[in-house]
């Protein structure tokens, strides 16, 4: 059990175009998701707590304008990357905290280019 | 916030040989400490976690301990194998949600 999806693995896209990631939790209700950004060779840093039914809470540095998050349901979180540029480029990971359980649950990643 | 370093960032070790990365933190108010192995561009595995209520725990190869006083928390594996070689993050949090990673482990066993 506790398998979260990320969709997509990988998109390459154009500058100044928008994408979205979604994470979505197969076998379980998250109310918490939690999306990362990783560069190459680097940790995992937080960028936003998603609640579902409420807004994200963004860590300092991160704008809410540029990574759109959507917590809509129980099992869905999705980010959006807006008007994108190079240095966007990077691997977001998501993970999904089961509701009354202990531990997270990571998703497989997407790994964005932007040209 | 929590800070949390890690150390060291390469290690390399002989397949049977032990190795040790370890970890400190700043905010006395975590209380969870997970261990996580993330293979080249894949998603992070949990492998081991210890709560501040104990101060060692053990599964097979792997162990974890933590010092509450020193704010200090280690990775141990034991008779290292190839399929060990991978970037080991330690965290922290408070309850289990906003962890906050160390800076990783590169971990190569040498065959």
């Known amino acids: 059990g506790a398998v979260v999806s990320q969709h997509p693995s990988w998109v390459i896209c154009k500058s100044g175009t928008s994408v979205k990631i979604e994470c979505r939790s197969l076998d379980f209700q998250a109310t918490t998701m939690f999306w990362y950004r990783q560069f190459p060779k680097q940790s995992l840093m937080l960028m936003a707590t998603s609640n579902e039914g409420s807004k994200a809470t963004y860590e300092q540095g991160v704008e809410k304008d540029k990574f759109l998050i959507n917590h809509a349901s129980l099992t869905l979180s999705t980010l959006t990357v807006t008007s994108a540029h190079p240095e966007d480029s990077s691997f977001y990971i998501c993970?999904?905290?089961?509701?009354?359980?202990?531990?997270?649950?990571f998703g497989a990643g997407s790994r964005l280019t932007v040209l | 916030g929590e800070n949390v370093e890690q150390h060291p960032s390469t290690l390399s070790v002989q397949e049977g040989d032990s190795a040790v990365i370890k970890c400190t933190y700043s905010?006395?108010?975590?209380?969870?400490f997970p261990w996580y192995k993330q293979e080249l561009g894949k998603r992070p595995q949990l492998i081991i976690d210890i709560r501040s209520n104990v101060g060692e725990k053990k599964d097979q190869r792997i162990a974890v301990t933590l010092n509450k006083t020193a704010k200090h928390f280690s990775l141990h594996i034991t008779e290292t194998q190839p399929e060990d070689s991978a970037v080991y993050f330690c965290a922290a949090s408070f309850g289990n949600e906003k962890l906050t990673f160390g800076t990783g482990t590169r971990l190569t066993i040498i065959p």
């Open positions: 993970s999904a905290l089961r509701s009354g359980a202990n531990v997270l649950t």
């Open positions: 905010d006395s108010a975590s209380n969870y």
